[in-house]
């Protein structure tokens, strides 16, 4: 009985060196890249949704609980980027009711009338862009960018996304919206070359105005 219990324990000594080398030589082997968003007149952008493609490539840990908030009547964030099949609580923050729905293809979805203080979960299973509004407050506006990329980010105010890729050829995207169909179908190459290093990835089209994004845009005007 001993000898087993000896085994197991050496055996278990056995799978946690191997993780732990494992995790090292992952960790070894990354870049930290800096990728920076620019718009054609070279000024950084905030809120871009950034995907990354490539083989080889580890998924990020999700965050554990995405949340769109309804609060001053707005969403917040007014982009949120999830992975597929990730679920989001829809908190309403407000001293009012919100009726949340969208018809975008990726999710079709209601979350009838519901007061302060409540929330509502949806998941989302399919990638692509999900746009949001409130059927009692039509200005508010919303989006969740749903993707299968492995690796993902948003943009800060000094339009910067860090993350960590192993040496390699990588495809880059961008996703705003209001930015034209030739820049969101548009796929930047980036190489890790196993340093630190900062990648800068710049519009060639002007970006939509505010009010032209919501009225090109939108799936919902009619509802």
């Keep these: ?44 952008l905030e809120n871009m949704v950034i995907t990354v493609h490539g083989n080889n490539l580890s998924s990020i840990p999700p965050e554990e609980r995405p949340t769109v908030k309804q609060i001053n009547k707005q969403f917040e964030p007014h982009i949120k980027v999830i992975p ?7 908190p309403n923050l407000d001293s009012v009711q919100h009726h949340v ?24 299973d399919t990638a692509g862009v999900v746009e949001m509004g409130c059927n009692v407050h039509d200005w508010m506006l919303g989006y969740v960018y749903v993707t299968d ?17 192993p040496v390699g050829e990588y495809s880059i995207k961008v996703w705003h919206p209001r930015l034209k169909s030739s820049d969101i179908d ?13 990648f800068t990835l710049r519009l060639e089209e002007e970006m939509l105005p505010d009010e032209l994004a919501d009225e090109d845009d939108l799936e919902f005007d009619d509802y």
């Design 186 to 198: 548009k796929i930047h190459t980036l190489k890790s070359s196993g340093n630190k290093q900062t």
């Design 149 to 165: 990329a492995p690796i993902y980010g948003k943009t800060n105010s000094n339009g910067v996304v860090n993350i960590a890729l």
């Design 1 to 44: 009985m001993l000898k087993v219990r000896h085994f197991v324990v050496i055996k278990l000594f056995i799978l946690i060196c191997v993780s732990c080398l494992a995790y090292a030589n992952t960790k070894s082997d990354s870049t930290d890249v800096k990728i920076i968003v620019k718009n054609n007149d070279g000024d950084v």
């Design 101 to 124: 729905y969208s018809f975008s293809k990726a999710k079709t979805f209601e979350l009838a009338l519901y007061d302060s203080d409540s929330k509502s979960n949806v998941v989302f």
């Design 84 to 90: 597929v099949d990730a679920e989001v609580t829809f």
